[in-house]
């Protein structure tokens, strides 16, 4: 059974606070099943039993590490392995490095220089540079406004909609920080990305989130009833009685037959005009 070094220092790295809870259970996932040179050979059935993740769970989770990863189709590549298992820099007369450096020799088809890549990214790093991998150190540009990468025009149209939580004393909105925010919404597969931009302008209560957190806790389900369509009934649906209006009854009276006492055939009006007819002839008798 093989054994791993795991950095401890992960649990307070940008990066790593800021995965989802199954994101960061693929990426330890990844770290225990590659072999030692970094490379996990992409088997999603295989991940899916042994997380006990969904098989979209999975895929998201590996969707948000990409920047943790090379990929030729067939394999991951994990850019800060080697390093963090103390394994670098590599040295061929070292008997354990000659192995990882024939592994790495496998895998030419990544059309990589590996030695640069683990140098570029990692940067002497727990995990990756100062921001983490999904937010490593840069100049900026365009409508970014800081160190990393560009923002989005998807995070972007997000971010115009989404309203945030709603400051009674100050009579404004409060979103928290973009860069944060858009550190997550990196991290997310592209159907979430569409339902928390239809949710973010329902946003704006006093106890909403700001968007970093919003968006880390998903809490765009809490607007799940808006994306659904509505069920369609299934089977035969009992009917809805409302109640008569007056001239639907007296139109239904109109065309009912008239009531009968078991002791006259004759109806009751029947025997009413008859009754009365007879009281009118006995007083014109007198």
Known sequence: MGKRFTMTEKWEDVWFLRLRPAHKLMWNYLCDKCDLAGFWEINIDMAV?????????VLGAIQGLSRGY???????????????????PLNPKNHAHKHIIGLIA???????NFDEEMLRKNGGAVLAPKEGLISPIGKGKGNSKGKGKEYTAEFLFFWRTFKGRYIQEKGMYVKGGKREAFDVWETLAPEQQKLATAAGPKTGGKTTKD???????????????LFKPAAKPVGR???VFEPATTEEKLAVRATMPKKVSPANPKSIDQQMAELLGSKKGARNDH
Request: hydrophobic content about 35%; glycine content about 4%.
């Open 70 to 88: 090379l990929s030729n189709g067939t394999h991951l590549w994990l850019r800060t392995f080697i390093r963090n298992q103390a394994n670098y």
């Open 106 to 112: 496998l895998h030419t088809d990544f059309g990589v």
């Open 211 to 225: 968007a970093c957190r919003w968006l880390q806790y998903e809490r765009w389900e809490d607007f799940e009833k």
């Open 237 to 239: 649906q009992a009917p």
């Open 49 to 57: 039993f042994q997380t006990k993740l969904t098989k979209t769970a």
